[in-house]
């Protein structure tokens, strides 16, 4: 078994196709199908499915492997390249859509300073998405909405976030009020986070709690989504106070929720393995920018290393396992 037999196959599972994959790194169709085939005759196993591109089960399995596999053989490079003083490399991160808006720009000035041959790549999406995809390999860290359950990760808390109901600010159905009460929520039809994800796992929690049951319009996966339907008139909705845009707030009143605890968001990494120097560099910048409290936007809160420490019962702050 070779590097480039893995390489081949992720090509394939990347781009769907034996030609574009070649395309993807550079080489002709005929050698990819050749790394693929040589993979599947030592393994013993059918690995894509012919025609179509589509991988089967044990080429899930395999490609999941060969995710890691790559990774550590880029990370060693990184790491050596180092040792001279040259932090360079790719870094494959995914965050959640509504830390992303804010974060990256300042990441990337940062970055662009102090290591201007790190590249980073960004994938935003749900939690529920970002989780699997750090899990297998195919992103290096993830900014994350606790809970984080998987036992493959990982979890340090970074920030906390106040939740508050989005209302137009011309058909505030609370006018007057600085805050409202938990249990007025039910009489609402709201937009809310589909059932199952983190955001809502959360919302459910302290709603039981205060013992009062939602009205949902709608249920969606994705916080971004649920704002973009806010803004455009499809109704409110209880949302992450980051999800407001600066240059909305005068036509929307973000409402703080008595009874309603913060959310979490902090920083996933995989429990096993040793990040390369890239990605050190990338969550050093992160920790960094985190906890400097002036750029933050309204409703965000750094979490101070010593209170996560305490939480925890020791004085160690890196690595919080979940699970």
Same mark, same amino acid.
Request: glycine share 8%; aromatic share 2%; net charge negative.
């Given at each position: 078994? !070779?590097? &480039?037999?893995?390489?081949?196959? @992720?090509?394939?599972?990347?781009?769907? %196709?034996?030609?574009?994959?070649?395309?993807?790194?550079?080489?002709?169709?005929?050698?990819? $199908?050749?790394?693929?085939?040589?993979?599947?005759?030592?393994?013993?196993?059918?690995?894509?499915?012919?025609?179509?591109?589509?991988?089967?089960?044990?080429?899930?399995?395999?490609?999941?492997?060969?995710?890691?596999?790559?990774?550590?053989?880029?990370?060693?490079?990184?790491?050596?390249?180092?040792?001279?003083?040259?932090?360079?490399?790719? @870094?494959?991160?995914?965050?959640?859509?509504?830390?992303? &808006?804010?974060?990256?720009?300042?990441?990337? $000035?940062? /970055?662009?300073?102090?290591?201007?041959?790190?590249?980073?790549?960004?994938?935003?999406?749900?939690?529920?998405?970002?989780?699997?995809?750090?899990?297998?390999?195919?992103?290096?860290?993830?900014?994350?909405?606790?809970?984080?359950? $998987?036992?493959?990760?990982?979890?340090?808390?970074? /920030?906390?976030?106040?939740?508050?109901?989005?209302?137009?600010?011309?058909?505030?159905?609370?006018?007057?009020?600085?805050?409202?009460?938990?249990?007025?929520?039910?009489?609402?039809?709201?937009?809310?986070?589909?059932?199952?994800?983190?955001? &809502?796992? !959360?919302?459910?929690?302290?709603?039981?709690?205060?013992?009062?049951?939602?009205?949902?319009?709608? !249920?969606?996966?994705?916080?971004?989504?649920?704002?973009?339907?806010?803004? !455009?008139?499809?109704?409110?909705?209880?949302?992450?106070?980051?999800?407001?845009?600066?240059?909305?707030?005068? %036509?929307?009143?973000? /409402?703080?929720?008595?009874?309603?605890?913060?959310?979490?968001?902090?920083?996933?990494?995989?429990?096993?393995?040793?990040?390369?120097?890239?990605?050190?560099?990338?969550?050093?910048?992160?920790?960094?920018?985190?906890?400097?409290?002036?750029?933050?936007?309204?409703?965000? &809160?750094?979490?101070?290393?010593?209170?996560?420490?305490?939480?925890?019962? $020791?004085?160690? @702050?890196?690595?919080?396992?979940?699970?």
């Amino acid at each position: 078994m !070779e590097l &480039r037999h893995l390489q081949a196959l @992720v090509a394939v599972a990347e781009h769907r %196709s034996f030609s574009a994959a070649a395309d993807a790194i550079g080489t002709v169709q005929s050698n990819v $199908s050749a790394h693929v085939a040589r993979l599947e005759r030592e393994l013993g196993a059918t690995l894509i499915e012919r025609p179509g591109g589509r991988l089967t089960t044990e080429g899930d399995i395999v490609v999941s492997r060969a995710y890691r596999v790559l990774g550590e053989v880029e990370a060693l490079t990184a790491d050596i390249g180092a040792l001279r003083q040259e932090v360079a490399g790719t @870094v494959r991160c995914g965050m959640i859509g509504t830390v992303a &808006r804010w974060i990256v720009p300042m990441l990337l $000035s940062d /970055l662009s300073e102090r290591h201007p041959k790190l590249r980073l790549v960004v994938s935003e999406g749900a939690t529920t998405v970002l989780e699997p995809a750090l899990s297998g390999g195919r992103l290096d860290l993830a900014l994350l909405s606790a809970p984080v359950p $998987s036992r493959e990760l990982s979890f340090e808390p970074l /920030l906390e976030e106040d939740v508050v109901l989005v209302v137009p600010a011309d058909q505030d159905p609370y006018p007057g009020l600085t805050e409202v009460p938990i249990d007025q929520l039910g009489a609402l039809d709201l937009l809310l986070p589909a059932v199952g994800t983190p955001f &809502r796992s !959360e919302i459910d929690a302290a709603l039981r709690r205060a013992d009062v049951t939602l009205r949902p319009r709608a !249920e969606l996966d994705g916080v971004r989504l649920i704002a973009s339907l806010v803004f !455009e008139g499809y109704g409110p909705a209880i949302l992450p106070a980051s999800a407001v845009p600066a240059h909305l707030r005068p %036509s929307f009143r973000s /409402l703080p929720i008595d009874g309603m605890p913060p959310r979490t968001v902090g920083l996933a990494e995989r429990s096993r393995g040793l990040p390369a120097a890239p990605t050190r560099a990338v969550i050093d910048t992160i920790r960094r920018l985190a906890r400097v409290a002036d750029p933050l936007p309204s409703g965000l &809160r750094p979490i101070e290393p010593e209170a996560v420490a305490k939480a925890e019962g $020791s004085l160690r @702050v890196l690595g919080v396992p979940n699970g």
